[in-house]
């Protein structure tokens, strides 16, 4: 294991500081280039405990429900660009309050709640979220503008004049997607709704704007923003989820066992894919493992990595080590920061992994620990 990992408890998910800066610079120099704003999407990435230094870099967040709203609100120190597929009636006048962004998904949201927007003491902006009927998104779970999509409001679906409350527009197409994407998703926007664009002040981009990922071309995205904005003469957002902690930190797990079956070798770890690592079975993916190869090697000892839960299929595989793997030895998983800890869960009641940061001088900050409490305060 790597030594800087040595003082990490297992499991514990880690995020490594000097890995977020570098992300965070480049997000900055994107930001400043285009003269666009950007804004992290706590779907994705919502690690509180480091929000100090994000707030070096941007300001406010994208928020997809009122949990998310208050946590922009209170750790952000922003009010939030708020968005929500549909929006629950009790909850609404407080997320009001804790957003200067609101985005509907459809006009008969925007035309259930506008009065209550009107009579709100503090002004907040309307927009809504449309859909370009175009994503090139695979797998379709991820595609926003798959056919029957219940995303965004199609052209068709809009007057010739919008409501003048309305003053922003919103899509959101991509998903881990490069430059190019967004050229053809930009295309189709302008050919659907090119005619409500003067009558608005902002378009919201939305996320998957992948810049942080090695090979992007960052230099087309900002010359795609600035061509865009300096044609329409309006404020332009991106809420990227993935681009602010890709790459960023690791997930530390332990070996507990090694079972065989059929001549398959499965290495049994303290974590598990479907309560910690949900994404590896939904995309599915297989993450890379640190100082393994990924793909197996003829000869070398290969084993799949299982979960701790009961889930039969809570395993995935298969990588090849140098040395055989036994009951005690560290493998740590890669890139685990973004839509990883967002989305974990508490399944057969496996352990959850701790959360630390590995700070700028390389010592290790345990930020939080989980145990039977956190267990069954989520249950009645």
């Known amino acids: 294991m790597p030594s800087r990992f040595q003082a990490v408890p297992s499991p514990c998910f880690v995020i490594e500081e000097p890995l977020l800066r570098r992300n965070l610079e480049l997000i900055s120099r994107v930001k400043n280039e285009a003269g666009v704003e950007i804004i992290p999407a706590f779907k994705g990435f919502s690690m509180w405990s480091v929000f100090p230094i994000l707030r070096e870099y941007v300001s ?67 927009g809504i979220r449309v859909n370009p009927e175009f994503s090139e998104v695979e797998p379709l779970i991820y595609n926003a503008c798959a056919p029957g999509s219940r995303l965004g409001i199609l052209a068709s679906q809009l007057p010739d004049v919008l409501p003048p409350e309305i003053e922003g527009l919103h899509f959101h197409t991509l998903c881990e997607s490069g430059a190019d994407d967004l050229e053809k998703t930009l295309e189709a926007f302008e050919t659907h709704f090119g005619k409500y664009i003067p009558q608005v002040k902002w378009i919201n981009m939305g996320g998957g704007h992948l810049m942080t990922r090695q090979g992007y071309d960052v230099d087309k995205l900002i010359t795609l923003l600035k061509r865009f904005r300096e044609k329409y003469q309006r404020h332009v957002i991106l809420e990227p989820g993935s681009a602010f902690a890709w790459d960023t930190g690791v997930l530390v797990s332990t070996v507990l066992d090694v079972v065989e079956n059929k001549g398959i070798k499965t290495a049994m770890l303290d974590v598990s894919f479907a309560a910690h690592m949900p994404d590896c079975l939904e995309m599915p993916y297989k993450p890379r493992i640190e100082g393994a190869y990924f793909d197996p090697v003829s000869g070398k000892p290969t084993y799949r990595m299982g979960g701790n839960s009961c889930l039969s299929g809570d395993f995935v595989g298969f990588w090849s080590f140098d040395e055989e793997l036994k009951p005690g030895d560290r493998i740590v998983f890669q890139d685990m920061i973004h839509y990883t800890m967002v989305k974990t869960n508490f399944f057969n009641g496996v352990g959850h992994p701790s959360i630390g940061i590995l700070r700028q001088d390389g010592n290790f900050e345990l930020v939080r620990s989980f145990g039977y409490s956190e267990y069954k305060s989520k249950l009645s």
């Open 60 to 126: 406010g967040a994208s928020a997809s429900s009122l949990n998310e709203a208050r946590l922009c609100f209170e750790e952000m120190k922003a009010p939030a660009h708020t968005y929500a597929p549909a929006y629950n009636p009790p909850e609404f006048n407080e997320i009001l309050g804790y957003s200067s962004h609101l985005v509907f998904n459809s006009m008969a949201q925007f035309n259930r709640h506008i009065q209550e927007i009107r009579e709100f003491p503090r002004k907040v902006s309307v």
